[in-house]
Nanobody
Framework: QVQLVESGGGLVQAGGSLRLSCAAT????????MGWFRQAPGQEREFVAA???????TYYSDRVRGRFAISRNNANSVDLEMSSLESEDTAVYYC?????????????????RGQGTQVTVSS
């Protein structure tokens, strides 16, 4: 059974930092892009960041570029370092995986998703 489990969420003040981690089990993701999405209350799920299978390419949404950094520890583990957090970053953050086809996957191509971890930024 494939599982993606997120950890590291919590409450942080605006301007602070937080590191999220994702650990995948059940198969090897060495040919997969690993990414992060988030969903705030009443809003649609949005892409945050992704890293390709050999960790040589990273992708970021415009809203987080320069503040967030995604890294890959191994085939099945990815982190998201978040800094200069804003209240607008409050959301449930989800880890996801998509087959690496040489381009940034579209949202619907992420076939594996975790259950999410809550990040709350207080202003």
């Amino acid at each position: 059974q494939v599982q993606l489990v997120e950890s590291g969420g919590g409450l942080v003040q605006a301007g602070g930092s937080l590191r999220l981690s994702c650990a995948a089990t059940g198969r090897t993701f060495d040919t997969y892009v690993m990414g992060w999405f988030r969903q705030a209350p009443g809003q649609e799920r949005e892409f945050v960041a992704a890293i390709n299978s050999d960790a040589q390419k990273t992708y970021y949404s415009d809203r987080v570029r320069g503040r967030f950094a995604i890294s890959r520890n191994n085939a099945n583990s990815v982190d998201l370092e978040m800094s200069s957090l804003e209240s607008e970053d409050t959301a449930v953050y989800y880890c996801a995986a998509a087959r690496d086809l040489g381009y940034a996957p579209r949202s619907y191509e992420y076939g594996y998703r975790g259950q999410g971890t809550q990040v709350t930024v207080s202003s």
